[in-house]
């Protein structure tokens, strides 16, 4: 999604960064200026400045700086489109979405409020769950008993939803009201012929708020006190909680983030809080739901190094497994991704108990790399001893081999998967990743109708006749460079979109894709990307485009290539071919829209004017980029 840079500048103006950074730091005036303790870095005197002339903020300890749309981003975690939208919804600006449809646009905007009220009753139960705490003996024993102090209750705003089916209607005076059931604090059962029935989801729980990365409460987690089932209780899924998508624990933690270095991902609430209590405040814990690639993206907008602590017990080796599968996409070479295996008498908590913060710590730092875990993954259940086992744990590193992005970590780990399975570099190289063929074989029926995304909306005409048509080679090294580098996308204007949106199947599908990516998810690796290709209609083609983009790892000998460019500068040069490329395509699609207004002028005079503008646009370009307005293809 592009956004105009004028939108920028405008939102920007209107914008005070003053009001965005006090959010989250406590800010005093001083001179010119407004001061505070830096939230990026630990410090005891103020060194962190916001200047409302400048509309800029600058850290004088760890020279962090920006403007409020970096503050948001660096603190909050925000993608800069998510930065973006939350600061004009702040002033009451519409980002421009200028291939949606005005009825989606108010449907967005609907939806937009839907979630606002939402989180508001969210807060109110909320806080009416925490003043039940304060009555309730049985639920300040549980959590004393858990160590727990009333500072670390406050700060992770713990509470109790008390017995009885609808104390809820004490809070909100009108219990029918339809927001209740859909933000999960209410189900309403109806049997056919029955007068419908509504109760409390909550009952007899302490409770643990789940807020998102801007603090806002939108849903909860409930521990059962006593004996009933289930133990822990989630809210249901709603327009404002996704728990595959979450993590408790993080609102909380993001500071703690940057000063510990690293994030330890748990298991469960409780190991969350007492982690905090402990003297380590920078954990979190998914949703009573495996670890995805969300929930690592998530991560690694906050640190570059996550540290997963599991049981070791099986389901811990399952739920680490799927650890593995979420965090390999982005395990680049700048991250560190590492697996805590705890005895399976321990969790947490209980182990800290017994053998103090430093034993922890310890254990903390010994844990097994993912490059490790990986091969472990792999030769598990393989007879290394004969040729069948070998070839049976390449099977298994293979996928997850793939997944990782290109880089140092990916060479390193295919000379010793190679190793184990008795082979050369090149040899396993060339059976996981076989030459392209020259040409693409043709397939009736390859473009599918059906769809598991939903497009931007194009007039479906373009697709069967007048969509663009330019050489196969073109559309195949734009999709390679896209999908190698997705924050190339980003980089193109409007333009460049529609124009590689509307081309011709596959190409022009696996585009609107690859923009309906980017908005839902920000940037992603070819990792994660081949992950959501699955079963699409043009998977088969962006699988062939893309064989060779790992391809160029070793020498004719199987060794690394001593002088490849860094990948910095294969975006940068993937980029700049992009660029001059779409450069082409844009002056023949300009060509052919003046052709046919000079055709459209014989009976429309307006059709004249627009063929000036194309004209003038054509010649912008071909000034632009001269080399590339006289090369062919």
Request: glycine residues 8%; negative net charge; charged residues 25%.
């Amino acid at each position: 999604m592009a956004i105009p840079q004028s939108f920028l500048q405008e939102l920007l103006s209107r914008v005070d960064v003053v009001e965005v950074v006090g959010r989250y730091v406590q800010l005093k005036k001083g001179g010119a200026n407004f001061m505070g303790l830096c939230p990026f870095h630990g410090e005891k005197s103020p060194s962190f400045s916001v200047s409302p002339a400048k509309q800029f903020f600058h850290c004088f300890g760890c020279g962090k700086n920006g403007n409020a749309i970096g503050f948001l981003m660096e603190h909050a975690g925000m993608t800069f489109v998510e930065a973006v939208k939350d600061l004009a919804q702040n002033v009451g600006m519409q980002v421009p979405e200028e291939d949606i449809s005005p009825q989606d646009r108010a449907r967005a905007a609907e939806q937009r409020q839907k979630q606002a009220t939402l989180t508001d009753v969210l807060e109110k139960a909320g806080e009416a769950y925490r003043k039940h705490l304060r009555n309730s003996p049985k639920a300040i024993a549980y959590f004393k008993g858990r160590g727990l102090s009333g500072e670390i209750a406050k700060q992770f705003g713990l509470g109790y939803a008390p017995e009885g089916w609808r104390s809820l209607a004490s809070v909100f005076p009108d219990y029918q009201d339809p927001m209740l059931a859909e933000s999960g604090l209410v189900i309403v059962n109806q049997e056919d012929g029955e007068e419908e029935k509504r109760y409390d989801r909550f009952r007899d729980r302490v409770m643990f708020p789940i807020r998102n990365v801007k603090g806002e409460c939108i849903g909860f987690g409930g521990r059962v006190l006593g004996e009933g089932t289930p133990k822990y209780l989630n809210s249901p899924e709603t327009p404002v909680f996704s728990k595959g998508r979450e993590l408790y624990g993080l609102f909380e933690a993001r500071n703690a983030l940057r000063d510990a270095g690293y994030v330890l991902v748990t298991e469960g609430y409780m190991d969350v809080v007492a982690l905090a209590q402990l003297g380590f405040p920078n954990a979190v814990a998914t949703l009573g739901t495996a670890c995805t690639t969300d929930h690592v993206q998530k991560l690694f907008r906050f640190t570059d190094s996550v540290v997963f602590s599991f049981d070791g017990d099986s389901a811990g080796r399952r739920a680490a497994r799927k650890a593995l599968d979420g965090a390999l996409p982005y395990a680049t070479d700048v991250r560190s991704v590492k697996f805590l295996f705890l005895p399976a008498e321990h969790d947490p908590d209980s182990y800290i108990r017994e053998f103090g913060k430093e034993g922890f710590a310890h254990c903390v730092t010994e844990a097994m790399p993912l490059s490790r875990f990986l091969i472990e993954v792999a030769r598990e259940g393989c007879d290394l001893h004969t040729a069948e086992g070998r070839a049976h744990m390449a099977s298994n590193a293979k996928p997850m081999w793939m997944a990782l992005p290109d880089g140092a970590l990916k060479r390193q780990l295919l000379s010793e998967i190679a190793e184990l399975a008795d082979l050369g570099n090149h040899e396993l190289q060339d059976l996981w990743i076989p030459p392209a063929p020259t040409t693409a074989p043709a397939r009736s029926g390859e473009f599918k109708k059906s769809s598991k995304f939903k497009t931007r909306e194009r007039p479906p005409q373009n697709w069967k006749r007048g969509a663009r048509q330019i050489p196969a080679g073109r559309a195949d090294h734009a999709a390679r460079v896209l999908l190698s580098n997705m924050e190339i996308w980003e980089q193109l204007s409007n333009e460049d979109h529609n124009l590689l949106c509307d081309l011709a199947p596959p190409h022009g599908p696996l585009f609107v894709w690859i923009d309906h990516q980017h908005h839902e998810h920000g940037n992603q690796p070819w990792g994660a990307l081949r992950e959501g290709l699955r079963e699409q209609e043009f998977e088969d083609m962006a699988l062939r485009v893309m064989a060779t983009a790992f391809k160029p790892l070793l020498d004719e000998e199987g060794k690394p290539m001593p002088d490849a460019a860094s990948p910095e500068e294969q975006a940068q040069e993937a980029a700049q071919e992009l660029r001059g490329m779409l450069n082409r395509m844009l002056i023949e699609n300009l060509k052919a829209q003046e052709t046919e207004a000079i055709e459209a002028a014989k009976d429309d005079p307006t059709a004249l004017q627009r063929y000036r503008a194309l004209q003038t646009r054509r010649r912008q370009l071909e000034q632009a980029s001269p080399s590339t307005a006289q090369s062919q293809d």
